[in-house]
Nanobody, 121 residues
Framework: QVQLVESGGGLVQAGGSLRLSCVAS????????MDWYRQSPGKQRELVAA???????NYADSVKGRFTISRDNAKNTMYLQMNSLKSEDTAVYYC???????????????WGQGTQVTVSS
């Protein structure tokens, strides 16, 4: 009952920046923790950044100092500001969120379809 839609991906030159967005829609009580994952061909999906509903953040060592995760709870939207992009950042970026459809229901994990980020060197 929750849909996640990512946007903002594209082609960018190394050293450039992109801003990804993830919007949650549908019928739900609340969205709790949200995360950004990425996956490139031949590699496992990895956690890039995470943010709790209260705003506590966590980053993979590979992106610390370059990426910033944020969210707007009123808009049910999460963002990933990516600066100083490197070729190794090339991947499909996925939005993940834990949400409850009602007060009495347990949290369920949802995934977006992903948005492609390509960094040219």
């Amino acid at each position: 009952q929750v849909q996640l839609v990512e946007s903002g991906g594209g082609l960018v030159q190394a050293g450039g920046s992109l801003r990804l967005s993830c919007v949650a829609s549908g019928r739900f009580f609340r969205v709790n923790d949200m995360d950004w994952y990425r996956q490139s061909p031949g590699k496992q999906r990895e956690l890039v950044a995470a943010i709790t509903r209260g705003g506590t953040t966590n980053y993979a060592d590979s992106v610390k100092g370059r990426f910033t995760i944020s969210r707007d709870n009123a808009k049910n939207t999460m963002y990933l500001q990516m600066n100083s992009l490197k070729s190794e950042d090339t991947a499909v970026y996925y939005c993940n969120a834990g949400a409850a459809v009602s007060f009495s229901r347990n949290e369920v994990q949802y995934w977006g379809q992903g948005t492609q980020v390509t960094v040219s060197s």
